[in-house]
């Protein structure tokens, strides 16, 4: 912030927060737990009956009717740190931001030349700049069912499932957010204040909170003609979800910024929001699948979506001598484009597969329409690559290890590309237990997200560390004859 202040017109960047809308609907869910520990590849891993919505083609391996029911636990970890450097004209405002000011003694008044500017302004509350929380959750994940069926020339396979769709837990929190957003750097800087033209600046705490998932439960359908080595399926998807939802703003002060000094006034505001989003959407699945004795191919496509969220807020206003309660109610949209995913999964030795796949979010295309039907394309697209490997040491015994890429759909706040989203790396661990009619599977999962905000003179350094377990149980319940 060398020659100014800077203001943005971006005042829903991650950075600063911004209101709750379709937070977490891209956080789809891996539902088979032997998935996860392959490293997302949902291909190859034989009578699977929990790839059923993620790659229905390849229900085609089922010989016997199953029943598959899973759960998983999740451990998050958020952390915020921020940092500041000086900024010029107005040197005390990085030590007010990071709470350091009590380090200043008060400056003697009676020296010659002093004046109300020399003033050290303090914070008027004891919030840091950093934070640090702890968020757990316990869910089901899937509960399946599936038969095979053979005709003639081609065999069918038909199943049923409720899944977790989407993981829709959300947090984040911002403990100094100034708007007009000045320490932004895009897009342009404003000229800097003068005496007789100062600018105000609110200065407050920003938290947003939101728990609950979304659900589907549907059917899918899988044809097979082994004489072709060639698979196909379709899966389809009815989704609803609720969420818990809660929103605060803190006041910490009003800045005014004059040419060469900045004064901080008390302010008394507390800004609640309480309530309740409904999800609902439908979602379906094409897929198709070479296979042959050591090599599988297959390419999965979801058709664009529309999922409609319905809120109702109810909304606290204190300033200290007055309380106000609103209720505010409304829908908006969110449209997904096609997506899809490319796999391939290689079986060199009969106790050995490596499985590889490339996903296609392209989600900087959807589209999404406020209550208001003001349209706009908040997100960010990514292409992510996985891989996994599975071993059979005894033919009791499955060890499977792998690698995933997952993203967010926003940039970070200043980020130099403007289309590269938050992404980091999940790694996966786990086993799978055969015995008679039984299958185990139980999967670890761990991924630290981390990534920087940049404004003009700060830094916010933001990290997420997950730790998951998945767990599922199926049963061949029988094999079926023609």
């Known amino acids: 912030m ?90 005390n405002l990085s030590l007010l931001l990071e709470g350091l000011t009590y380090k200043i003694p008060d400056p003697d008044t009676s020296l010659v030349g ?20 702890t968020r757990r959750y316990r869910r089901p994940l899937q509960g399946m069912i599936a038969v095979p069926l053979t005709f003639e020339r081609v065999r069918l396979v038909a199943g049923l499932g409720v ?45 947003r909170a939101r728990s609950g998932a979304l659900r589907g439960i549907g059917g899918a359908l899988a044809l097979d003609f082994p004489k072709r080595g060639v698979a196909f399926g379709v899966s389809g998807l009815v989704v609803r979800g609720s969420t818990d939802d809660w929103e605060q703003e803190v006041a910490r002060g009003k800045l005014t910024f004059y040419s060469n000094a900045f004064r901080v006034d008390s302010v008394y505001r507390h800004v609640t929001r309480r309530g309740t989003s409904d999800f609902k959407g439908q979602e379906f699945t094409f897929s198709g699948l070479l296979y042959g004795r050591s090599v599988q191919v297959a390419v999965v496509l979801k058709p664009p979506v529309t999922f409609t969220r319905t809120f109702s807020q109810e909304v606290t206003t204190d300033t200290g001598d007055r309380q106000e309660v609103q209720t505010l109610r409304g829908e908006d949209r969110m449209r997904l484009p096609w997506r899809g995913w490319i796999g391939m999964v290689l079986q060199p030795r009969s106790d050995l597969r490596l ?96 990534y920087q905000d940049a404004w003009a003179s700060a830094l916010s350094r933001n990290s997420t560390v997950r730790h998951a377990l998945a767990a599922s149980l199926t049963v061949r319940l029988g094999k079926q004859t023609p």
């Open 114 to 133: 002093f004046s109300p500017r020399d003033t050290v302004q303090r914070p008027f509350d004891d919030i840091g700049p950093n934070w640090e929380r």
């Open 163 to 207: 899944v977790e769709y989407a993981n829709l837990d959300h947090y984040y929190q911002n403990n100094n957010v100034l708007n007009p957003p000045v320490l932004s750097q895009r897009p342009l800087p404003t000229p800097r204040p003068t005496d007789d033209n100062p600018l105000q600046v609110d200065w407050y705490q920003f938290a």
């Open 2 to 91: 060398a020659g100014g202040l800077a203001l943005t017109l971006q005042g829903r960047a991650q950075g600063y927060g911004g209101p709750l809308e379709m937070q977490g609907l891209h956080q789809l869910s891996l539902q088979a737990a032997s998935v996860r520990a392959f490293g997302g590849v949902a291909l190859g891993l034989g009578d699977e009956v929990g790839l059923m919505f993620q790659n229905p083609a390849a229900l085609y391996t089922l010989d016997g009717l199953q029943l598959s029911l899973g759960a998983h636990q999740e451990n998050r970890r958020l952390r915020q740190v921020q940092e500041y450097a000086p900024v010029r004209y107005y040197p």
């Open 355 to 450: 499985g590889i796949a490339y996903e296609l979010r392209p989600y900087g295309s959807a589209r999404y329409t406020d209550a208001q039907g003001n349209t706009l394309r908040p997100w960010t697209s990514a292409n992510l690559l996985r891989v996994g490997v599975e071993v059979a040491p005894t033919a009791w015994l499955r060890l499977r290890g792998g690698l995933r890429g997952e993203s967010e759909v926003f940039v970070p706040e200043g980020a130099p590309i403007t289309d590269d989203a938050v992404s980091c790396e999940v790694y996966s661990a786990g086993i799978g237990i055969v015995q008679a009619r039984f299958r185990f599977d139980l999967t670890y999962e761990y991924a630290h997200l981390k």
